[in-house]
């Protein structure tokens, strides 16, 4: 079956470290995104890439960084210069940019 | 930018009523999606919609594109514990190159 894998589900880091989330996607989309999503809150786009060796800054992309080297694989790192990392982290794949997300189950990040 | 503004922000009703909620901009939208979010889970695609006037149903949902094309109808009949989450409305943002999402309503049940 197709979709969208985010692993792990829950991560604990400590203050200082980087910390790289994984998010693998077998639907053949070309467009995936992450966002960060804090608790009672909407969703904050960090970053997104439209095709291979190309993405794009959101509106907190402050303290992340992405790669995406494969069409199947967006993985985003959390810097020790993101001040308030601990949060759930969503991300998404869409077969166009623009078109209806498939999302995967999130990783909860949890900064001690 | 593009905003879609949802209401109410949050909703508490007891099983078995029934449910309401919109979500509206100030530009216009040629697609209007509606997510639900289960908790610690990421969103899931309901409906969506493409033409205005248009009139969707899945099961107990139906949603609704505004003639006007600047706001979009989410109703939840006979709601059951299960309706319980977060629902998103969102549409393509300008450029369509990613899509813009509301802030969403969060509907609790009372059994």
Redesign the interface.
Same mark, same amino acid.
């Given at each position: 079956d197709g979709g969208i894998t985010?692993s792990p589900k829950y991560l604990f880091r400590k203050e200082g470290q980087n910390v790289t989330l994984s998010c693998e996607q077998n639907l053949n989309h070309d467009?995936m =995104?992450w966002y960060r999503q804090d608790p009672?809150?909407?969703?904050r786009?960090i970053y =997104?890439s439209?095709i291979v060796n190309d993405f794009?800054k959101?509106d907190i992309a402050e303290g992340y960084s992405v790669s995406r080297e494969k069409k199947e694989s967006f993985p985003l790192t959390v810097t020790s210069a993101q001040k308030n990392p601990t949060a759930?982290y969503?991300c998404?794949s869409?077969i166009l940019?623009?078109?209806?997300?498939?999302?995967?189950?999130?990783t909860?990040l949890t900064v001690v | 930018g593009q905003q879609l503004n949802q209401s109410p922000q949050s909703m508490f009703i007891q099983e078995g009523e029934d449910v309401s909620m919109n979500c509206t901009s100030s530009s216009i939208f040629n697609t209007w %999606?509606w997510?639900k979010q289960d908790p610690?889970?990421? $969103?899931? %695609?309901l409906i969506?919609l493409y033409k205005a006037g248009e009139l969707t149903s899945n099961g107990r949902l139906t949603a609704q594109f505004g003639i006007t094309r600047k706001d979009s109808f989410l109703n939840i009949s006979a709601s059951i514990p299960s309706d319980v989450g977060i629902y998103?409305c969102?549409g $393509?943002?300008q450029?369509?190159?990613? %899509?813009v999402?509301?802030?969403?309503t969060?509907l609790t049940i009372n059994p």
């Open positions: 985010q467009a =995104y009672g809150q909407g969703l786009l =997104y439209q794009q959101g759930f969503l998404a869409s940019p623009g078109n209806g997300y498939t999302f995967g189950s999130g909860r | %999606l997510y610690g889970e990421g $969103p899931v %695609l969506a998103f969102a $393509p943002g450029g369509a190159q990613k %899509l999402f509301g802030q969403g969060r």
